[in-house]
């Protein structure tokens, strides 16, 4: 079994009763083989950025894990797939989507995962879930960069 690893997974969705899907995930989440969750973040409400459809629920979940990113990744991949989640173009609307945004202090550029995750720093809705739960690791200027997107606490 290898060390844990500290992970951050964003959590969202806009279909159905997206307030439930990801109270669901979440707790899917810490069902998951040798994952534990640690923290998680308020909800929050977010209109779609490159999207469209209604407003999005979104929070941010911290891991401890013993599994590789790459087996996160697909055991995250599995729970969207079991939530309905259907991929008919580029950011349409979701049932659940789980984005693993950090792994420990690992840098991953390869066809199947980017970690940091590709836009998290554009993205209010990944960070102030995150500066909830870790504020060590999103900066004041980062939050400024994002402070004129839509968000509201639920």
Known sequence: MRDTVTAFVGVGANLGDPVQSVLDAIARIAELPHTRVVAESSLYRTAPIESSGPHYINAVVQVSTSLTSLELLRQLQRLEAEAGRER????????????????????????????????????????VPLAEIAPDLVSAGQLAAVAGQELTPI
């Open 88 to 127: 008919p173009y580029r950011n349409a609307p979701r049932t659940l989507d789980l984005d693993l945004l950090l792994f420990g202090s690992e840098r991953i550029d390869s066809a199947e995962l980017q970690v940091p995750h590709l836009r998290m720093y554009e993205r209010a809705f990944v960070l």
